[in-house]
């Protein structure tokens, strides 16, 4: 089995067990230990992995860090484990602390689900204030994977490592910078456009004025993006099934169904939602003429919601424990996600359904 898939393995037994998880060593035993097994080294093997590793802290001897992995009997990476609903934020001092101490070039902070990974790029043997990897266990994407594959034992190199981690990390600090532009844009970032394309001077009435356009542009160029990937995506599947052969008793009721843009970019929003919760490759749709249903398992008796996108106004129909339906007016898009709790309850009820069966 590979990294990818061992993950997910983990990620689906944090999701199930996590409010079974009452304290901090639990949390080590059930997530972070798995996790460090992932990796490639063997946690009961104290020339690999020392749990509660001791690091004397100027006059504090006997001081502890959670584990610590050695290379050649030399500590190469430190782990600090917090219980896994606790806000990592507050504990980074600790880790620091540890790190300051030691020789290990590299620091983890985590509480089972979060992944913190620091390095000493600014300053020799001090550890950076921001991490150059953080990752979700629960959302972990292909690219991070890649990264943790670098820390894999097999794999593990500190120089290359380190190469990579300056690049990550000015990498993730720009992703933020542009996040918090385009969903808060600052005063600066929306004179730089209105100055190339209002020919007056720039008074504050009209940099408000013009916060507004940005934003909403913004907003609009990326659902244009996703529209044209979305055409093109379904252009293509269409030249594939133009080459197969289709029933003539159904060839008139197909005819009638288009599964619109809108419809998709809709199905991709609940999938983002419901994937908290179960695989996404299980989450799929059917387009009726009527509306557009979205399934768990792709089962008819599963629906999770129904969108009806082709009238005057956008609906999102929602089935409870008795399947009856209850359809709840959106205007943007992103109002779906007003409605994650509902939609991710009625996975959970499917699941719990077949648990029971």
Known sequence: MDLKDTLKQLSDRVLKLKEQIHTEEATKTAFVMPFIQALGYDVFNPLEVVPEFISDIGTKKGEKIDYAILKDTIPTILIECKHWNQNLDVHDGQLLRYFHVSRARFGILTNGILYRFYTDLAEPNKMDEKPFLEFNLADLRDNQIEELKKFHKSYFDVDNIITTASELKYTNELKNLINNEFTTPSENFVKHFARQVYPGMITQKVLDQFTNLTR????????????????????????????????????????????????????????????????????????????????????????????????????????????????????????????????VAAIDFYEKVKETV
């Open 216 to 343: 909403r542009s913004i907003s609009h160029y990326i659902s244009d993006l996703i529209t044209e990937r979305l055409k093109s995506a379904l252009s293509k599947e269409s030249e594939n099934n133009a080459a197969e052969p289709v029933p003539a008793e159904v060839s008139e009721s197909i005819s009638k169904i288009v599964t619109t843009a809108e419809e998709l970019e809709c199905f991709l929003i609940v999938k983002s939602i419901l994937r908290q919760r179960v695989e996404v490759s299980r989450i799929a749709y059917r387009d009726a003429q009527s509306y557009f249903s979205i399934l768990l398992d792709d089962n008819n008796r599963k629906t999770i919601c129904r969108l009806y996108l082709n009238g005057t106004k956008k609906q999102l129909g929602i089935f409870d424990e008795q399947k009856k339906e209850t359809k709840f007016e959106f205007l943007s898009l992103d109002d779906l996600f007003t409605y994650s709790d509902q939609l």
